[in-house]
């Protein structure tokens, strides 16, 4: 998808400090850490946002999950534990329009959300 930051950092044209991949998925740090430990995991196929999964796409959702797991026990904050966060759309505060989610750790969050 040609403007897309996410997929420009997945052909490798636009550099990140990966953690992990595979086929399926990019692992990279967040240039923007909001937590000691922010992640991103990112299907490589290119979807506009968790509004855009349907039947033909949602299989790529468990591919990320299983990412996720490995990376926290990779950044070492799989026992401990971590938030998963995904920012959908407008109100969902979205800026890049590539599904993704955040993985933050390494911290105590906060029991409210917002
Ligand atoms: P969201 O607001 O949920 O769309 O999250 C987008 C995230 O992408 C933000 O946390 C940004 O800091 C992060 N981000 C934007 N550009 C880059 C980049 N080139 N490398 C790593 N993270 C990025
Ligand atoms: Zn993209």
Same mark, same amino acid.
Do not use: H, T, Y
């Given at each position: 998808m040609?403007?897309?930051?996410?997929?420009? /950092? $997945? @052909?490798?044209? /636009?550099?990140?400090?990966? %953690? !992990? @991949? +595979?086929?399926d998925i990019i692992a990279f740090h967040d240039i923007n850490p909001a937590a000691p430990v922010h992640v991103l995991v990112v299907p490589k196929v290119h979807i506009d946002s968790l509004e855009a999964l349907n039947s033909r796409n949602i299989d790529v959702v468990v591919k990320v999950h299983? #990412? $996720? !797991? @490995? %990376? #926290?026990?990779?950044? +070492? $904050? +799989?026992?401990?534990g971590y938030r998963v966060i995904v920012n959908c759309g407008k109100d969902g505060g979205q800026t890049v329009p590539h599904l993704h989610y955040h993985v933050l750790g390494g911290t105590a969050m906060n029991e409210k959300l917002l």
């Open positions: 040609q403007d897309c930051i996410f997929c420009k /950092i $997945i @052909e490798g044209s /636009i550099p990140s400090k990966k %953690v !992990l @991949e +595979n086929d299983q #990412a $996720i !797991l @490995e %990376v #926290a026990k990779i950044m +070492n $904050i +799989n026992s401990k």
